[in-house]
């Protein structure tokens, strides 16, 4: 029997008998989004303004499209080019209250998987918190001298104010283009947007949308276990290992593990951003999982074995990106970087 994220996955895909008997409800979405637009508009409600550039990068889609990723590729390359760079997240997964700081020994049932993982990957300013305007605010607090955030997902957030949308698609495009419950769809199509705000389209699939940038993505060639040791993938070649995957699309991980030469005797699948509390291993075969699941495991299998995936923007991207903060930048007052 079908589980009911394969037949919502259908049902999104394109019309069917269940996106239509779900059509109506939409109504609900649609007058969710209105009042919240209204409440902004007429001053009921008020964003919160950073004094320091604030770049998001989400999606309008349920489900992953490939964001952290790319927050790690941006935080990487503006931290190259000089820029202070901050990073905020929701803290999905975890069970944290208020907004905290993510140090490398934070547990990701408290912070959130994908916040330990930034932390992990790029040594930066991190904070959790639900309410991403609390959690900048403490992040400027405490880091003074950074010069913009970068928001891990929180496109619909309207919290906090952003200058800069990184709008994240897969193949998947706008699925039936019906918002929830009937579609995918998190708000419409065009995104509405505050005067000012600047929006670039990146795809993470093969399939190019609309005017979106392809981001090349692809995972590493090594693994890396809990105790920081390396091994190149080709040491499992003719070997059968088990693989694991909590994410949004494990079936693109398990594909992409095969494609690269291995025999995954069990593919465990589990529900996006699951805790994996008392995952036990199910055989002697090596376990590998992605970093985002690895950083759950580690403390208590330090075993198991993560495969990177790294991903680059093309310079087309930075060509449109950088002059907007460096406008930006100036307009807060900071010194270009």
Not at 23 to 47: C, D, E, I, R
Not at 77 to 93: C, E, K, N, S
Not at 111 to 116: I, K, R, S, T, W
């Amino acid at each position: 029997m079908p589980r009911l994220s394969e037949v919502l996955s259908n049902a999104w895909a394109k019309p069917n008998t269940l996106s239509w008997v779900l059509l109506p409800l939409t109504f609900f979405s649609h007058g969710y989004l209105w009042l919240q637009n209204k409440a902004y508009q007429l001053g009921w409600k008020a964003a919160t303004q950073l004094p320091v550039p604030v770049l998001v990068v989400g999606n309008i889609m349920v489900g992953g499209t490939g964001k952290t990723p790319i927050v790690i590729h941006l935080a990487e390359r503006l931290t190259q080019l000089g820029w202070r760079v901050g990073v905020i997240a929701r803290g999905h997964g975890g069970q944290l209250r208020g907004c905290t700081e993510v140090h490398l020994q934070s547990p990701a049932s408290v912070v959130g998987d994908e916040a330990l993982l930034l932390k992990m990957r790029l040594g930066l300013p991190v904070f959790a918190g639900k309410q991403r305007a609390n959690a900048a605010l403490s992040l400027l607090e405490t880091y003074p001298q950074t010069q913009m955030i970068l928001s891990d997902d929180g496109l619909q957030h309207r919290a906090l104010h952003h200058d800069i949308a990184v709008c994240v698609f897969d193949d998947r495009g706008l699925g039936n283009g019906w918002l929830l419950p009937a579609g995918p769809l998190r708000e419409t199509w065009p995104r509405s947007m505050k005067k000012g705000v600047v929006q670039l389209n990146v795809h993470t699939g093969s399939l190019a949308f609309a005017d979106s940038i392809t981001a090349q993505r692809q995972l590493a060639g090594f693994a890396v276990n809990g105790r920081g040791e390396q091994r190149n993938l080709q040491h499992w070649a003719g070997k059968s290992v088990d693989a694991l995957a909590a994410i949004a699309q494990p079936l693109a991980f398990f594909s992409a593990l095969q494609s690269l030469g291995l025999t995954l005797a069990r593919q465990d699948i589990f529900a996006d951003h699951d805790g994996l509390v008392g995952w036990q291993p199910a055989s002697d075969n090596d376990l590998i999982c992605t970093e985002k699941d690895a950083v759950k495991l580690w403390p208590q299998h330090p075993d198991v074995w993560a495969v990177p995936l790294s991903c680059e923007l093309p310079e087309v991207f930075w060509r449109q990106l950088l002059p907007q903060l460096q406008r930006l930048s100036s307009s807060h007052g900071q010194q270009i970087a």
